[in-house]
Each structure stands twice: as C-alpha cells, then as structure tokens.
C-alpha cells in the first residue's frame, strides 16, 4: 500500500545527490514536470475559493500577531524551516530554488487564467483534484533527487528520523501548521483542511505511482 511508504523511492533518472548542478537532462526534465503539477494543484485550490493551504493560513496567522505582510512572514516561516534542515542534515540542490520560481509561476497562471467554480460542489471537487495533483507533482520532483523544498525537505528530515511512512509525517506537519495559524487567527477553510489531510496521501501516491511505472 502506498500508505506505508517510508523511503523516496530511485529510478534510473533520479540523481545520485541532491547537490547536483549538472544533473540529467532527463532528471531536470522530471524535476521540472513535478514542480509545475505542484504547482498547478496549489494554484487550483487558490482557484477553488475553498482555502489557502495550510502554511499560507499559518503565514497568515503569524502576520496578524507581528504586523508583517503575509509575503514577509512567508518568506521569514521559509528561513526558519530552512535552518530546521541543519540538524535533520537535509541538503539543498537546483530543485530547492526551482521549487519557488516555479511554483510561483504557476500559481500566477492559474490565477490569471483559470476560472473560478460558481457553485460550492464544484468548488470542492476543484479542490480534491488539486490536492491530488499537488501530491502526484510532489512524487515525480522528489523522486528526481535534485534538492526539496522547505517544506519537503522538512518532511524527509522527520520520516528519515521517526521511520514513520511519508503519508503519516506530512499530514502531521500540515495539520499541525494549520492547527496553529488558526489558533493565531488565520482563516482556515475546507480546502486547507482537505489539503491538511489529504497532502500525505497524496504525495504518497505519487511516489508510488513513478515507482512503479519505472521500476518495474
């Protein structure tokens, strides 16, 4: 079961090391497909009008307490989970810096170009495929081993410490973010909490799927 992985699964693309600056063309070639569905799901579920995820609620909810823009708080939450990578000895690669410029981009996309469901059940269905594709972009980049994002890159810290499966570590992080931006006073809606705890499963799905397709 997907549910139970434990390890980013290798294929024969994936890169040896994530500090890697003259990877594949294939492996950044993957690299970029992943970050772009990433990206694409979190810019569906901004669409979808249901809620932010659960990092923006709590970027949210530290800005309200400390009058910084949220973009200033966003960028503050992303260095200090950075520095979280030190002791968890995770290492930044090409991937760690793609991973915001094109999420980013794709995000400004599907906000310019992507219209917003009109009734709240398609509201929601928007928001449970962009969840799925958020994950499945998540395994596809992760598996190409070129440096995670902040926020993955927390997750592999904790699992490769705890040895819980992936899917069990990344909803504790997320509800747990969100558990506390909301308490700070973020807005939490149903798409954060279908994002919450739906992401590790999610993530976990694509790392399966590319495992599969691949190695065997």
Do not use: H
Not at 3 to 15: A, D, E, F, N, V
Not at 51 to 66: C, E, F, Y
């Amino acid at each position: 079961m997907f549910l139970t992985i434990k390890k980013i699964p290798k294929t024969k693309w994936s890169s040896p090391k994530p500090l890697n600056f003259k990877p594949r063309i294939l492996t950044f070639l993957y690299l970029c497909i992943g970050l772009t569905f990433f990206g694409l799901g979190e810019g569906l579920l901004l669409v979808s009008l249901t809620g932010a995820s659960p990092w923006s609620v709590l970027a949210q909810g530290i800005s309200l307490n400390i009058d910084f823009s949220i973009g200033t708080t966003t960028l503050l939450v992303s260095i200090g989970v950075l520095i979280l990578w030190i002791p968890l000895k995770q290492k930044p690669g090409i991937g760690t810096i793609l991973n915001a410029l094109i999420i980013a981009v794709m995000i400004d996309i599907c906000i310019n170009f992507v219209p917003s469901p009109q009734n709240n059940v398609s509201q929601i269905m928007l928001a449970i495929v962009a969840v799925l594709i958020t994950g499945i972009g998540g395994g596809i980049y992760l598996i190409a081993n070129l440096g995670p994002g902040p926020r993955d890159g927390l997750m592999i810290g904790l699992q490769e410490i705890s040895k819980l499966p992936i899917a069990a570590v990344r909803a504790f992080l997320e509800i747990s973010v969100v558990t506390v931006g909301w308490y700070l006073g973020g807005t939490v809606g149903i798409g954060t909490l279908l994002f919450a705890f739906g992401i590790g499963p999610s993530v976990a799905l694509g790392l399966f799927l590319v495992d599969k397709l691949f190695n065997n």
